[in-house]
């Protein structure tokens, strides 16, 4: 069955240094991937998605991520991060030939002062 | 401004009262979808729409129902509430139905079923 994996659940950064936030997808076709951020009481918003092409992907607020098909990862990454980015963070995957998508179950940011 | 919609924004009900949480988008995008999302779980998707009269279940669609009349609305139906359904619901868009774009997410609606 499809699934999408954040092994981390809650991670801790000072300001300033960098990130990466896991995320592993289980798909035998071709991936659609996706991060999303909710910050406290809000809805998603996207930050960056890979469908296709060059698999090292920008997205808003200096986050990217990079597609690795042989380890079937999608990881988030930012080379600094700023007391604003704390929130929560999903990896999602939709899957080709249909309209569905699935998400992890997430990865709570916070940013130590 | 272009925008997701939902109300009522919190809920609090018993237990077989049906209830409609309704889901409107002003960008007039054909997709639209309806999550539910609960600690340690993520979001789980409840049900998808790919365009007026058209809808599928997501993986989660048990004890939901819905329906789309019109373009820009998209209610999803509880017709007997159990607690078990106790969860913040988000209603999303995008255009045009292609699933490499970008979703909208509405504001979310946190349900409590007693």
């Known amino acids: 069955a499809q699934s999408v994996t954040q092994p981390d659940i809650h991670i801790t950064v000072s300001e300033g240094a960098s990130l990466e936030l896991r995320c592993n997808y289980s798909y035998g076709a071709t991936p659609y991937l996706f991060w999303y951020v909710q910050s406290p009481g809000q809805g998603l918003q996207l930050l960056l998605k890979?469908?296709?092409?060059?698999?090292l992907v920008q997205g808003i607020k200096g986050f990217e991520a990079e597609f690795k098909r042989s380890q079937s990862s999608f990881n988030l990454r930012k080379p600094s991060v700023h007391w604003s980015d704390a929130a929560e963070y999903f990896c999602?995957?939709?899957?080709?030939?249909?309209?569905?998508?699935?998400f992890g179950t997430g990865t709570r940011l916070k940013v130590l002062a | 401004e272009a925008q997701v919609t939902q109300n009522p924004r919190y809920l609090i009900t018993v237990t077989g009262k049906k209830l409609t949480v309704t889901c409107s988008q002003n960008?007039?995008?054909?997709?639209m979808s309806w999550y539910r999302q609960d600690p340690g779980l993520g979001l789980r998707q409840i049900y998808y729409?790919?365009?007026?009269?058209?809808?599928d279940k997501g993986d989660v669609p048990e004890g939901y129902k819905v329906s789309r009349k019109e373009k820009r609305n998209f209610p999803l139906i509880l017709e007997s509430p159990s607690p078990n359904q106790t969860s913040l619901y988000f209603c999303?868009?995008?255009?045009?139905?292609?699933?490499?774009?970008?979703?909208?997410f509405g504001p979310g609606t946190r349900l409590t079923v007693l």
């Open positions: 960008m007039n995008h054909e997709y």
């Open positions: 999303a868009s995008s255009s045009p139905g292609d699933r490499t774009d970008t979703q909208y």
């Open positions: 729409s790919m365009n007026v009269e058209v809808t």
């Open positions: 999602a995957v939709a899957l080709s030939g249909t309209y569905k998508y699935i």
């Open positions: 890979y469908f296709s092409g060059d698999t």
